[in-house]
């Protein structure tokens, strides 16, 4: 097992469990807009991946009817969503013994900036980061394996130090993020993606638990 100096955490399905404010976002925004959603139970599947691009697939949207339906799901979310989340149980014991044994922590999410930060400190987690990355509100920086690609400059870690670097998220969005950067990822199946689909993506490890996910980032070689 490799010894991680520096770890960056996925936010949705990995830090916290936003199900219940995203879905009710989405479910605001689709009938604001008169898009027939379906089945509601099965808007999970939106969470992780960039919205824009996932609703213009889903629902045969142009890239500007995409951009409108996320700009009317923000009106709910940026008021009472964000607030409807909760952190995963263990989270910030594992975020507090990791600074302890002196790792480097870093988010890198594809959620815009302005809510992270707000998220972090509800949950009293925001200072266990040394960086916190994420996507922007007029979408230049959307793609987890963007986004990750900033936080890995901001942070420092030089192209030899990839090794010791891993992420850890709950898609295979993230997997896919990771593996482009070039670093190991921790695909975490107690959030909204499989160890089935995980696993195809090419995780380099997978967890099905919070303190699953501990034993393997406090390992050392």
């Known amino acids: 097992m490799k010894n991680y100096e520096y770890i960056a955490f996925d936010l949705d399905g990995t830090l916290t469990n936003p199900a219940l404010g995203l879905v009710n976002g989405f479910v605001y925004a689709f009938r604001k807009l008169g898009v027939d959603y379906g089945d509601e139970k099965l808007l999970c599947r939106f969470i992780g991946p960039p919205l824009i691009e996932s609703w213009e697939r ?5 890239k500007e009817e995409a951009a409108q339906a996320v700009a009317t799901f923000r009106e709910y979310f940026s008021v009472y969503g964000w607030r409807e989340n909760e952190l995963y149980p263990g ?55 963007q986004v990750l690609s900033y936080v890995m400059e901001a942070a420092g870690i030089k192209e030899e130090e990839k090794g010791r670097c891993i992420l850890v998220g709950d898609t295979k969005y993230d997997v896919e993020g990771a593996r482009l950067c070039g670093i190991d990822s921790l695909g ?34």
């Open 58 to 62: 889903e629902y045969s949207m142009t």
């Open 91 to 145: 989270i910030k014991e594992l975020l507090s013994e990791l600074k302890a044994k002196g790792k480097k922590l870093l988010v890198a999410t594809s959620k815009p900036e302005v809510f992270v930060h707000k998220i972090l400190r509800l949950f009293g987690i925001h200072e266990f980061f040394d960086f916190i990355g994420a996507a922007t509100l007029d979408h230049s920086r959307d793609s987890k394996s």
């Open 188 to 221: 975490v199946t107690y959030g909204f993606g499989t160890a089935e689909e995980l696993t195809a993506e090419g995780a380099t490890y997978i967890a099905e638990s919070v303190a699953e996910a501990g034993k393997i980032l406090l390992s050392s070689d």
